[in-house]
Protein backbone atom coordinates (compact mmCIF):
# COMPACT_ATOMS: atom_id res chain seq x y z
CA UNK A 1 0.00 0.00 0.00
CA UNK A 2 1.11 3.53 -0.47
CA UNK A 3 0.41 6.66 0.70
CA UNK A 4 1.01 10.16 0.87
CA UNK A 5 3.99 11.29 3.25
CA UNK A 6 4.35 13.75 5.58
CA UNK A 7 6.53 16.25 3.41
CA UNK A 8 5.98 18.32 -0.16
CA UNK A 9 9.23 20.29 -1.54
CA UNK A 10 8.94 23.17 -4.16
CA UNK A 11 12.62 23.43 -5.39
CA UNK A 12 13.34 26.60 -6.29
CA UNK A 13 16.23 28.60 -8.45
CA UNK A 14 18.57 30.59 -5.97
CA UNK A 15 16.93 33.61 -8.02
CA UNK A 16 13.72 33.10 -6.83
CA UNK A 17 13.92 31.51 -3.37
CA UNK A 18 13.82 34.67 -1.18
CA UNK A 19 11.04 36.17 -2.72
CA UNK A 20 9.00 32.67 -2.82
CA UNK A 21 10.02 32.54 1.02
CA UNK A 22 8.43 35.58 1.49
CA UNK A 23 5.25 34.75 -0.76
CA UNK A 24 4.28 31.64 1.81
CA UNK A 25 5.14 33.28 4.74
CA UNK A 26 4.27 36.74 4.41
CA UNK A 27 1.18 36.70 1.74
CA UNK A 28 0.25 32.93 2.17
CA UNK A 29 0.88 33.36 6.38
CA UNK A 30 1.92 29.85 6.58
CA UNK A 31 3.79 29.49 10.14
CA UNK A 32 7.55 28.68 9.61
CA UNK A 33 8.34 25.42 11.65
CA UNK A 34 12.21 24.92 10.74
CA UNK A 35 15.04 26.83 9.02
CA UNK A 36 18.01 25.16 7.73
CA UNK A 37 20.59 26.77 5.26
CA UNK A 38 18.99 26.11 2.30
CA UNK A 39 15.46 25.21 3.47
CA UNK A 40 12.73 26.81 5.36
CA UNK A 41 9.62 24.44 6.26
CA UNK A 42 6.41 25.74 6.89
CA UNK A 43 3.78 23.74 8.74
CA UNK A 44 0.90 22.96 5.80
CA UNK A 45 -1.97 21.26 7.84
CA UNK A 46 -0.71 17.77 8.69
CA UNK A 47 2.19 18.40 6.16
CA UNK A 48 5.43 20.08 6.05
CA UNK A 49 5.59 22.08 2.77
CA UNK A 50 9.59 23.02 2.26
CA UNK A 51 11.02 25.62 0.07
CA UNK A 52 14.48 24.55 -0.51
CA UNK A 53 17.21 27.17 -2.75
CA UNK A 54 19.01 25.32 -5.69
CA UNK A 55 21.81 26.81 -6.90
CA UNK A 56 22.11 24.92 -10.35
CA UNK A 57 18.77 24.57 -10.75
CA UNK A 58 16.63 27.05 -13.99
CA UNK A 59 13.09 26.29 -12.82
CA UNK A 60 10.41 24.87 -9.95
CA UNK A 61 10.13 22.01 -9.34
CA UNK A 62 7.58 20.28 -6.63
CA UNK A 63 8.90 16.95 -5.06
CA UNK A 64 6.41 14.90 -2.87
CA UNK A 65 7.00 11.96 -0.32
CA UNK A 66 4.94 8.46 -0.26
CA UNK A 67 4.94 6.31 2.43
CA UNK A 68 4.67 2.45 1.66
CA UNK A 69 5.60 -0.52 4.07
CA UNK A 70 8.29 -1.90 1.10
CA UNK A 71 9.60 0.87 -0.94
CA UNK A 72 11.62 -1.92 -3.92
CA UNK A 73 7.86 -3.24 -4.02
CA UNK A 74 6.54 0.24 -4.61
CA UNK A 75 8.66 1.21 -7.14
CA UNK A 76 8.08 -1.96 -8.86
CA UNK A 77 4.32 -1.68 -8.89
CA UNK A 78 4.29 2.45 -9.69
CA UNK A 79 7.14 0.80 -12.76
CA UNK A 80 8.86 4.22 -12.03
CA UNK A 81 12.80 4.26 -12.90
CA UNK A 82 14.72 4.46 -9.94
CA UNK A 83 16.34 7.88 -9.54
CA UNK A 84 18.27 7.83 -6.46
CA UNK A 85 21.30 10.13 -8.03
CA UNK A 86 19.10 13.15 -7.21
CA UNK A 87 19.47 13.09 -3.54
CA UNK A 88 21.56 11.42 -0.75
CA UNK A 89 19.03 9.49 0.99
CA UNK A 90 21.16 8.85 4.07
CA UNK A 91 19.21 6.67 7.04
CA UNK A 92 15.68 6.76 4.77
CA UNK A 93 14.83 3.52 3.33
CA UNK A 94 13.31 4.26 0.25
CA UNK A 95 14.50 5.63 -3.40
CA UNK A 96 13.73 8.59 -5.47
CA UNK A 97 11.42 8.17 -8.60
CA UNK A 98 9.38 10.29 -11.23
CA UNK A 99 6.18 9.91 -12.46
CA UNK A 100 5.31 9.93 -16.16
CA UNK A 101 4.67 14.07 -15.98
CA UNK A 102 8.73 14.09 -14.00
CA UNK A 103 7.25 15.23 -10.75
CA UNK A 104 10.08 13.70 -8.54
CA UNK A 105 8.94 11.26 -5.76
CA UNK A 106 10.20 9.91 -2.66
CA UNK A 107 9.10 6.51 -2.02
CA UNK A 108 10.17 5.61 1.64
CA UNK A 109 9.41 3.83 4.88
CA UNK A 110 7.77 5.93 7.32
Given amino acids: ?????KNIAIKVPLH???????????RVGL?????LKNSIGFSFG????????????SQVDIWLELFTDDPDKAIETLGSPVRDELEPLD???????????????????E
Fill in 1 to 5: MIEPG
Fill in 16 to 26: KWEETVAYYRD
Fill in 31 to 35: KVTKE
Fill in 46 to 57: NMTLWIDRVEQQ
Fill in 91 to 109: DVNGHWTSDPAGVILLVRN
